[in-house]
């Protein structure tokens, strides 16, 4: 995949902390460059990929761009963890493998810095993390993947793992609360307190199934099952059993074509629905992962690699010499001050953006299990 390669390497040449190109969301906006979720998916996917290829460049530039955020003493430039939105704590990933690679103290400073968000962060009553301080008793998909994998490796590196059976539980109740005994498949969001004018009065739940939302919360179960010790073999397998359920509920509805699925995932045939590559990166690294760690079986990997393929087919093309990869959602939410209503033309409304990191980066921790499967 000599095409990736470059395309990589032209977005990573074109690229500072103060300016990454793969951050659409910060482009559009004309704001400063802070730290985020976007571009903490990004420096997690080259750091994988320094793990896999052993090439310097990558863990150099993953390196650099940390370093420009954390100060010496711990704080984060831009990050204040008493905001607690959950989609900070996504970039705080990227700091256990920097701390391991060029032991600067700094960093692991850093990680106690992202872990006090968690200790402070606000909660619904089943227990599970606000999704943000601004969405009051609100759990998101999404911040299951910010949060918990981040969670789960605090507790067993630095705390015994005195606080993973809430971690756990926090996955549980999700499966509990959101996902819809139907189709298996699991709404975007849930309102505790039954008051947000997105929500069902009676279940709290949002109207629709997101596909990126799927996403994040298939990546979570995966990259927090893939760190579990032997110690929390019952929790896991249960962790495994929902996220088996979860998948087997997903690939009905995987375009026969290409492999990918669509921005509203039950509703594909309704026009303007379309096959979004961000969600179906996220499930092709999923799928192919959890095969290579052994959650699922064999069988499993070429609906992931299916999905890798159709997305380079569909999606990456060249213009004036230089690569794109489109059909990118920028960005969906829930309330807030613009009327997101959660409904299926609010996921049509929402802009398609080309070159944004939460397509980016899965598609390249997808390539990365390629890679990892051409090494057998």
């Known amino acids: 995949m000599d095409i990736l390669d470059r395309y990589i390497d032209q977005l990573l040449e074109k690229s500072t902390p103060q300016a990454p190109v793969w951050n659409m969301e910060k482009i559009r906006s004309g704001g400063k460059s802070t730290w985020n979720y976007v571009d903490g998916c990004m420096i997690k996917a080259i750091i994988e990929l320094y793990h896999i290829t052993k090439n310097e460049k990558y863990l150099q530039f993953a390196d650099d761009f940390i370093d420009y955020f954390v100060q010496e003493d711990g704080s984060i430039r831009s990050y204040n963890p008493e905001e607690y939105n959950l989609d900070n704590v996504n970039a705080g990933k990227t700091l256990f493998d920097l701390y391991q690679l060029t032991g600067k103290e700094k960093y692991r400073k850093a990680i106690d810095t992202v872990y006090s968000q968690l200790k402070g962060q606000p909660r619904t009553s089943t227990g599970n993390f606000w999704h943000k301080m601004i969405y009051p008793n609100q759990i998101w998909l999404d911040g299951l993947y910010m949060a918990q994998p981040f969670y789960m490796q605090y507790e067993l590196t630095y705390n015994d793992g005195k606080n993973c059976a809430d971690s756990f539980k926090q996955f549980a109740n999700v499966y ?51 760190i579990m010790p032997e110690a929390l073999a019952a929790e896991k397998a249960e962790l495994n059993r929902i996220y088996k359920e979860l998948i087997d509920s997903m690939l009905p509805y995987q375009d026969e074509e290409t492999g990918m699925w669509y921005q509203v995932v039950n509703r594909g045939g309704i026009k303007p629905n379309y096959l979004e590559t961000s969600g179906s990166a996220i499930f092709a690294y ?83 299990e390629v890679m990892f499967r051409n090494q057998k």
């Open 176 to 226: 509990n609360l959101m996902r819809d005994t139907r189709n298996g498949l699991y709404y975007h969001a849930y309102d505790d307190s039954r008051q947000m004018f997105w929500c069902d009065k009676v279940t709290g739940l949002s109207d629709n199934f997101w596909l990126r939302a799927l996403g994040w919360y298939a990546m979570a179960l995966v990259d927090t099952m893939e």
């Open 286 to 368: 999923a799928i192919m992962k959890s095969v290579r760690i052994g959650l699922l079986d064999e069988s499993y990997f070429r609906y992931g690699e299916k999905a890798f393929d159709g997305i380079c087919r569909t999606y990456l093309s060249e213009e004036n010499g230089e690569l794109q990869l489109g059909g990118i959602c920028l960005v969906a939410g829930l309330g807030n001050k613009e009327m997101r209503e959660g409904t299926f033309d609010y996921y049509m409304r929402e802009p398609i953006v080309k070159n944004e990191a939460k397509g980016v980066a899965p598609l390249i921790l997808a390539y990365i």
